[in-house]
């Protein structure tokens, strides 16, 4: 692999903020909610001070993660628009201090898991980050336009680690919440990518824009909303929620479809801004937000 960075013998020592960039702490805030509300939908309560325990440890092992896929594709990010004022291809930090902060950071946050709350918990955690760095960074990323919906799969592990933190265990519930947020990943993700794929042409990453076109995205799009809409409802009529989640989730995942609907039926030309796609990325986000955000509403006045 090579990597353009500058000499380290020359870089002055990093500082807290590029540590903190490593562990991409935006889209974590999302990942890190999804184990909050896993946690809080449990049938049991468990204490603050433990269930605050839990979702550090959460959110030190998904910054580690960040932090060991910034440190394994420095090289990818520095040919990139939008990665490449990151730490590393920025130079800003040498590639030996993201690793060693990576790796202890996400033994720290396992160990921790397993000694203050429990083992289920801090071996799912443990899979995520390796899911995550292994399967998805090292592995797939780079050679298959199936990268993110397989590798996907280690974003969606944290409403499991939430409930596990509580219950000791799993259930239907937290299992549904894993596919939801599975079938969300590809949604999300290609809609960004539908906007910025010059910037994966330019890096040879094979996105499936890249690599299948405009018109194949579009059209998995749309199927993967389907499966994605009914397993954020499914919860409602198999009885694992009230009728606040209900109403919630089939009020914005009907949006969610609306806009993937208008993303997937759609040609675009050169000039084309990509206004749906946009959108589409951006409410996915908030989507995500506000149906796990109803789902502890629901449990509360349930
Ligand atoms: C393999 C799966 C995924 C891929 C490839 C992916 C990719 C991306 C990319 C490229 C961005 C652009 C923002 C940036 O510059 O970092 C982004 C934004 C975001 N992603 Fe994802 N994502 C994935 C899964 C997830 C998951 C599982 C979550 C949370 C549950 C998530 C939450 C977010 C959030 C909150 C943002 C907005 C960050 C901001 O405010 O700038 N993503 N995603
Ligand atoms: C608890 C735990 C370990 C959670 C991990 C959560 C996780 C896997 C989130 C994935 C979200 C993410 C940063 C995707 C970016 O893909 P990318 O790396 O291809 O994006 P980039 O081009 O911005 O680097």
Redesign the pocket.
Known sequence: MTVTTADPSIMAPAEWRDFLALT?P??M???VF?ALCGMLAAPVAIHPVLGFTAILCTALGAGAAGALNQWYEADLDARMK??ASRPLPAGRMERQAALHFGVGLGVFSVVLMELAINWVAAAILAASILF?VLI?TVWLKRRTPQ??VI??A???F?PLIGWAAATGGLAPLPIILFAL?FL??PP??WA?ALF?HKDYANAEVPMLPVVAGEAATRRQIGIYTVPMALAAIAPWPLGLTGAVYGIVATATSLIFAGLAARVAFRTTGADDRMRPEKRL?AYS?LY?FIVFGALVVDRWVG
């Open positions: 991409k935006k889209v805030r999302l990942v999804t939008r990665t995550y998805y990268n993110i590798g996907g280690a974003g969606a944290p947020v969300w990943t999300h993700f960004l910025v990325f986000i995500l």
